[in-house]
């Protein structure tokens, strides 16, 4: 009795199942416009870069060659082909009072120990330098302070 049970429902659930292919089949379908073959896009290419090998550098202090704190990166500026500029630093005051914001030229920066959070990036400028460095602010022309015989004009055209 089972077996006859079992083989009705099975019947049953093939039924169901039929008509709902066969009712879809007769419905008519939107029509959609012909489109032209889509070319497969390449696949993504990857990189995989050791945790050892590189870090984010916002948010992390920046020290002079004798060791003096000299703020932390907040940003970093770019030119319009994407070739990393600047960095603006966070610079002076305690607790964000009395701090200003100041530029300096990539390169000025060095970055040979930043395996943790906690390593700073050096700043091959002097506590002097940077504190006489005019502000930045958004949307005005950009001060860069460079290392002595590095810094390059950025062509604005």
Do not use: C
Not at 63 to 86: C, H, L, Q, W, Y
Not at 87 to 92: C, P
Not at 133 to 154: S, T
Request: aromatic share 6%.
């Amino acid at each position: 009795m089972r077996g006859k049970r079992w083989f009705i429902s099975l019947t049953v659930i093939l039924a169901v199942f039929a008509g709902v292919g066969s009712r879809a089949e007769n419905e008519p379908q939107p029509a959609s416009p012909p489109t032209a073959a889509k070319e497969a896009a390449p696949p993504a290419s990857v990189t995989i870069i050791g945790a050892r090998e590189a870090h984010g550098v916002l948010g992390r202090d920046v020290r002079s060659t004798t060791n003096e704190d000299m703020g932390n990166i907040v940003d970093v500026i770019v030119d319009r082909t994407g070739t990393v500029r600047a960095a603006v630093i966070d610079f002076g005051g305690f607790l964000g009072v009395g701090s200003r914001k100041i530029v300096v030229d990539w390169n000025a920066l060095h970055f040979g120990r930043v395996a943790d959070k906690s390593d700073s990036i050096t700043l091959e400028l002097t506590k002097a330098q940077v504190a006489a460095a005019p502000e930045y602010k958004e949307d005005k022309p950009i001060v860069v302070l460079g290392a002595a015989g590095n810094l390059q004009p950025l062509d604005d055209h």
